[in-house]
């Protein structure tokens, strides 16, 4: 009876921690997409914490924000990044940070070639 009302039963259901994005699974759909929202503002905030939020008003600011994309999500496509994962989007947001507080602690005159030339964590 489990089975037809669509529960999951027996070693498949305690095996299984992937989530099921299947049209009927919409609870998990939604925490995915929530995440994955959550995960995007909190990049967002870290470049407006450094000054490179929104739309940077430069051409440098604009070179230097694209080399720093480009660097940590291996993509400057936007909708290539809001398509990662949460648990991805937060471990690229943890490099970002990362990557923050070396130009800031080592404050290079070429910071785009200084970003291009570091080396990630990962």
């Known amino acids: 009876m489990n089975f037809i009302l669509g529960l ?3 070693e498949i259901a305690r095996e299984s921690t992937d989530i099921n994005l299947t049209p009927g699974n919409d ?3 939604f925490e995915l997409q929530q995440n994955r929202k959550i995960e995007i503002e909190k990049i967002e905030s ?13 051409a440098a600011d604009k070179k230097i924000k694209t080399a720093i994309i480009q660097k940590v ?7 290539e990044i809001e398509k990662m994962l949460p648990q991805e989007l937060n ?12 130009i800031e602690l080592n404050q ?5 070639g200084y970003i291009m030339g570091y080396s990630m964590v990962s």
């Not at 999500?73 to 909708?79: E, G, L």
């Not at 290079?108 to 785009?112: G, I, T």
Request: hydrophobic content about 25%; overall charge negative; glycine content about 6%.
């Open 8 to 10: 999951e039963i027996g």
């Open 27 to 29: 609870r998990d759909y």
């Open 46 to 58: 870290v470049f407006e914490l450094n000054n490179l939020g929104g739309n940077p008003r430069s």
């Open 73 to 79: 999500f291996n993509t400057t496509s936007k909708t």
């Open 91 to 102: 471990y690229r947001r943890q490099e970002l940070e990362e990557l923050f507080k070396e």
């Open 108 to 112: 290079p005159e070429d910071v785009v």
